[in-house]
């Protein structure tokens, strides 16, 4: 490994039985870099993040952070990552302070700064007047950031984010984001997150789009979006499948269905859209114009859309539910 | 010194939650005491004397001593089932220590909460008509604590393998009852069928009693020209254990079942 690459992926492969969860992927990490995975519930982000810190074991293809290999150098790829789970694993009968106290003593903080860091995260994530209340008593959002806080207490090289706002209200995932962002011009620490909320994945310097164990694309968000090409338009008719037949009869361009409406991909949208108000023979009841989102390469990529693939992948959900439990 | 950390650490959380949580302890001793109160005091009217100078409540006392230890002492168990299914356990494994130390640090846990419960059935003993001496006392809590790393091993080494808090119990259950019902809590184990003799001799918690039992009923006056009470202990091939021995055949499970507990925690998937 280079010495700017924190993460470093070759051939990773992670079977359960005969499924194959974790199909081949291969990937690095800069130092200081956001890096996102972005993909459908069961796509296998949970099972790489899993591996990358210890938790599971490659079936072949080897992984390294920090320059500890993550199979046989368990303890140092630990003492190097922070971790925030997708569920909650907080000791929610403690306090928030014996929380992070228990991860002060399991990490090794010696004695001296112990206190001082244990205030300091507090602080960070501004809970310091809760400091002595149990957990249990806290709202989602201030368990998510207790648990941010809990992650980077061992000032740790890398903090591994796994869905970090997942179930929290918009105002809520704002302001973790704001926490984020701040957190890493400040440390420099590397941020590794796993998301299927599209905006979300925007923060990311870099995404990975996974989808059935593969990473079918690795760009900037930008450049990501560019390979769908100019401007999007959604498109509402009073009958789609009519619509879609007459616009690639008559400018040789395909339109995909995307739940009840059609979406166009043009170069110039603006332009375009007078032509097609004019020349559609079917009734238009809506029509919009928007710059391309990931949601909208992820389509291109694979033909479905984030959220038909998690329907299609009840299974895999399920299976998600056994492995980590009920709650 | 690490290791020795985070044991410590691990045994200290265990603590905390234990002290948070009363009605936890209240619930493991409420079973033993409801035995204690019903048929100590149900049956020892009817039942008469036992031995000389010892009736059925002061029989069964120490062998609620010794129940209220395996019972709580599986809690550990339930404690790790806890810590998987509401995600602390994560935390746990991720962190920078070995599965040995989380798999000891929960055992001690276990076994000291076991102990402490012990000692609330232990203050009832003027209850049953037995007196204990500050020494017996002291003996007892080495025996109690012994048995409880005993029992606690096997329950981290059953949740090292059945994951579901709903499996958890039923198998506790399965685990127990036997356990409790052949030791000799209810009966003298000296004059029963063979096939009982049998399964109460392949019970470890038998010895567990045993000692127990032994070093309760030293404390009771005898009347003269009886030699002992030996006609209550536990015989092995007509040989009737000692505290020794039987302290030797619980801290040799102990140790293998600690060491099985340790290992099977460790292996990761």
């Known amino acids: ?327 | 010194m690490k290791t020795a950390i985070a044991i410590y650490t691990i045994w200290y959380r265990d603590m905390l939650r234990f002290w948070r949580n009363k009605t936890r302890m209240l619930g493991s001793i409420m079973f033993p005491l409801v035995f204690l109160a019903v048929f100590g005091s149900g049956l020892s009217r009817s039942m008469g004397m036992l031995a000389p100078g010892v009736d059925f409540a002061k029989f069964m006392f120490p062998g609620i001593i010794g129940m209220t230890v395996v019972m709580s002492g599986f809690m550990s168990g339930i404690s790790m089932v806890w810590d998987r299914e509401f995600g602390f356990l994560k935390e746990v494994l991720v962190a920078p220590i070995s599965r040995v130390a989380v798999a000891g640090g929960k055992t001690l846990a276990g076994a000291t909460i076991a102990t402490v419960q012990s000692i609330i059935i232990m203050a009832l003993a003027p209850l049953v008509g037995v007196t204990l001496t500050p020494l017996v006392v002291i003996e007892l809590l080495g025996l109690t604590f012994l048995v409880a790393l005993m029992v606690s091993s096997m329950g981290i080494l059953i949740s090292s393998r059945i994951k579901s808090m709903e499996a958890f119990q039923v198998v506790m259950q399965m685990v127990t009852f036997p356990m409790m019902f052949l030791s000799g809590v209810f009966f003298p184990v000296n004059n029963v069928p063979d096939w009982l003799a049998v399964l109460v001799r392949l019970n470890p918690a038998s010895y567990a009693i045993d000692p127990i039992r032994q070093t309760v009923l030293q404390t009771v006056q005898l009347p003269p020209g009886v030699p002992g009470l030996s006609s209550l202990g536990l015989t092995v091939f007509g040989h009737t254990m000692t505290v020794w021995e039987d302290v030797g055949v619980v801290a040799v499970l102990a140790a293998v079942l600690i060491a099985a507990a340790m290992w099977s925690f460790s292996i990761q998937d």
């Not at chain 1, 069961?42 to 790489?48: C, D, E």
């Not at chain 1, 602080?123 to 648990?147: H, Q």
Request: charged share 30%; net charge neutral; proline share 3%.
């Open chain 1, 1 to 327: 490994m280079t010495e700017k690459n924190i993460i470093s992926v070759e051939h990773l492969v992670r079977k359960y039985g005969k499924f194959t969860a974790v199909d081949d992927i291969s990937f690095q990490v800069g130092a200081g870099e956001i890096f996102g995975f972005l993909g459908p519930n069961g796509a296998g982000k949970s099972t790489t993040i899993s591996i990358l810190c210890t938790l599971l074991k490659p079936s072949s293809g080897k992984a390294t952070v920090n320059g500890f290999d993550v199979a046989r150098q368990q303890h140092q790829v630990r003492q190097s990552i922070g971790l925030v789970f997708q569920d909650p694993s907080l000791d929610d009968q403690l306090t928030a302070q014996e929380n992070l106290h228990f991860h002060a003593m399991v990490y090794n903080i010696p004695g001296s700064v112990r206190k001082k860091r244990i205030d300091e995260a507090l602080k960070m994530v501004e809970l310091d007047t809760r400091r002595n209340d149990i957990v249990k008593n806290f709202s989602g959002g201030m368990k998510r950031r207790l648990e941010i806080a809990r992650g980077l207490l061992h000032y740790p090289k890398v903090l591994f984010l796994d869905e970090p706002t997942l179930g929290l209200d918009p105002q809520t995932r704002n302001r973790i984001w704001e926490f984020l962002l701040d957190l890493r011009t400040r440390e420099n620490v590397t941020i590794f997150l796993t998301t299927h909320y599209m905006d979300e994945a925007e923060h990311a310097n870099r995404i990975a789009i996974i989808d059935k164990g593969k990473i079918i694309a690795l760009d900037t968000p930008d450049k990501l979006k560019d390979m769908v090409g100019g401007d999007i338009i959604n498109l509402k008719t009073v009958d789609d499948k009519k619509a879609a037949d007459e616009i690639s009869q008559r400018y040789r361009m395909q339109a995909t269905d995307g739940h009840g409406e059609l979406l166009l991909e043009v170069a110039n949208g603006d332009e375009f859209i007078p032509t097609l108000v004019r020349d559609l023979n079917t009734r238009i009841i809506s029509i919009s114009l928007r710059r391309p989102t990931l949601e909208d390469v992820f389509l291109k990529l694979t033909g479905r859309a984030i959220r038909d693939s998690e329907v299609s992948s009840m299974e895999a959900i399920k299976s998600h539910m056994r492995f980590h439990g009920r709650r």
